[in-house]
Nanobody, 121 residues
Framework: QVQLVESGGGLVQPGGSLRLSCAAS????????MGWYRQAPGKERELVAV???????NYADSVKDRFTISRDNAKNTVYLQMNSLKPEDTAVYYC???????????????WGQGTQVTVSS
């Protein structure tokens, strides 16, 4: 089994910053990709950003130039630096790791428990 533990959410004023972290532990042979998703009330979960093992990144248009995803392969940890936050960024943020638990196994997705980010004055 693989466990993901998120931290770093909270309440911030518009224009402020937050940094989310998500650490994976358990049976991990390799991590193919790590990412962040978010779900606002009444909306579907959407991709925020993803980073591959090699460092390639992809962002939702709504967060480009404001959010930065990064990873520490040695710690199996992914980060999301969020700057210039807007009220529309308010959501529960979930981390995702695409993991090969053992050598030769197909990769599968694991999810964190979610952390609330609220942007409000």
């Amino acid at each position: 089994q693989v466990q993901l533990v998120e931290s770093g959410g909270g309440l911030v004023q518009p224009g402020g910053s937050l940094r989310l972290s998500c650490a994976a532990s358990g049976s991990i042979f390799s991590i193919v990709a790590m990412g962040w998703y978010r779900q606002a009330p009444g909306k579907e979960r959407e991709l925020v950003a993803v980073i591959t093992r090699g460092g390639g990144t992809n962002y939702a248009d709504s967060v480009k130039d404001r959010f930065t995803i990064s990873r520490d392969n040695a710690k199996n940890t992914v980060y999301l630096q969020m700057n210039s936050l807007k009220p529309e960024d308010t959501a529960v943020y979930y981390c995702n790791h695409n993991v090969r638990p053992v050598y030769g196994s197909p990769p599968r997705d694991y999810w964190g428990q979610g952390t609330q980010v609220t942007v409000s004055s």
